[in-house]
């Protein structure tokens, strides 16, 4: 059986983050000083990588460890040639 993630919002914070991380090592002119933006980007893709583990592991441990199989298998085709 397939079992999907839950959505979230950690691998957008963690591309802000790494953007603000881009912009304290290039950024000179803006608004604050650069490291500024490296620290905050830091913060934010530092968080939002340890929501991503800690929501992985969960949804880990939440999986059934066993499986019943809803139906029963599939008989194999045989693949045979056409008369020509």
Do not use: H
Request: aromatic residues 16%; contains cysteine.
């Amino acid at each position: 059986m397939v079992y999907t993630t839950r959505p979230s919002w950690a691998p957008a914070f963690l591309a802000f983050g790494a953007i603000g991380l881009i912009c304290g090592i290039y950024a000179s002119g803006f608004i604050f000083a650069p490291f500024v933006y490296a620290i905050v980007g830091a913060v934010f893709a530092l968080a939002a990588f340890r929501s991503l583990v800690r929501g992985s592991i969960r949804g880990y441990y939440a999986l059934p460890r066993r499986q019943k199989t809803p139906s029963a298998a599939l008989p194999v085709e045989q693949i045979t040639s056409l008369p020509r």
